[in-house]
């Protein structure tokens, strides 16, 4: 008797397009994922159990073409597959539907608010995070979670994301020498994490405060009478 498994009829991920090759008309579709990811392989360092993909097809039915949202993230996954990394996310691959999906609005509007954001609840997306540059009358800033098959707006700004563990928000900083407002990760109480070059600056004014006390203390022996290059 034959052993099936349909899983082996499917197409694999290296066999399906890694984007739907849509190109992005805004550089902050790029740039506010690819910050989130920064932080998160910052401060999950030394987890191997989660994956945020950024303008990566997401594949959910082998008929139909992948849906590809700016940014996303899966807990309970590989973080690395092998050394070629991932080419796409594919569910029946996976068998796990991303925690968090991301969409940054364009200057054109892509269903963000009504289409996309539909199907994101149908296919059971846990939360769904929206966030428009171009708003001024209401918040950039849109989390939802996903509570009895619909999305409800969450409040705040950050919003915690309790099954994930992490906040999200945004605030005015300085990302790649550009100051305006950026999405960030928080913790529990509310706490942003470092971006990566935030810590590098951080990491410099640690060092330049040590070295400052170690010169003010050498001068102060050598007041004294002590030569600090005598001393062990």
């Known amino acids: 008797m034959l052993n099936y498994n349909p899983l082996h009829c499917l197409p694999s991920s290296e066999e399906l397009p890694d984007s739907d090759e849509t190109p992005v008309d805004n550089e902050l579709q790029d740039l506010i994922p690819g910050l989130l990811k920064a932080i998160l392989?910052?401060?999950?360092?030394?987890?191997?159990?989660?994956?945020?993909?950024?303008?990566?097809?997401?594949?959910?039915?082998?008929?139909?073409?992948?849906?590809?949202?700016?940014?996303?993230?899966?807990?309970?996954?590989?973080?690395?597959?092998?050394?070629?990394?991932r080419l796409s996310y594919v569910l029946w691959e996976e068998q796990k539907l991303p925690s968090m999906v991301l969409e940054v609005v364009s200057q054109t509007y892509r269903g963000e608010y009504s289409t996309k954001k539909e199907f994101y609840a149908e296919l059971e997306i846990l939360y769904y995070v929206v966030y428009n540059p171009h708003r001024r009358r209401k918040a950039p800033l849109e989390v939802y979670k996903l509570m009895n098959g619909e999305y409800v707006l969450q409040s705040g700004n950050p919003v915690w994301l309790s099954e994930i563990g992490l906040g999200i928000g945004c605030e005015r900083g300085t990302y790649q020498g550009i100051t305006r407002e950026w999405m960030y990760w928080y913790d529990e109480s509310g706490k942003r994490y470092f971006t990566p070059e935030e810590r590098i600056t951080e990491a410099e004014e640690r060092r330049q405060e040590a070295e400052n006390r170690a010169q003010m203390l050498a001068e102060r022996l050598k007041a004294l009478g002590v030569d600090p290059d005598t001393l062990g």
């Open 41 to 85: 392989a910052l401060i999950w360092a030394e987890r191997r159990d989660w994956f945020f993909g950024v303008d990566m097809g997401v594949y959910y039915d082998a008929k139909k073409p992948a849906i590809v949202p700016d940014g996303f993230l899966c807990l309970g996954v590989e973080r690395f597959i092998d050394e070629t990394l």
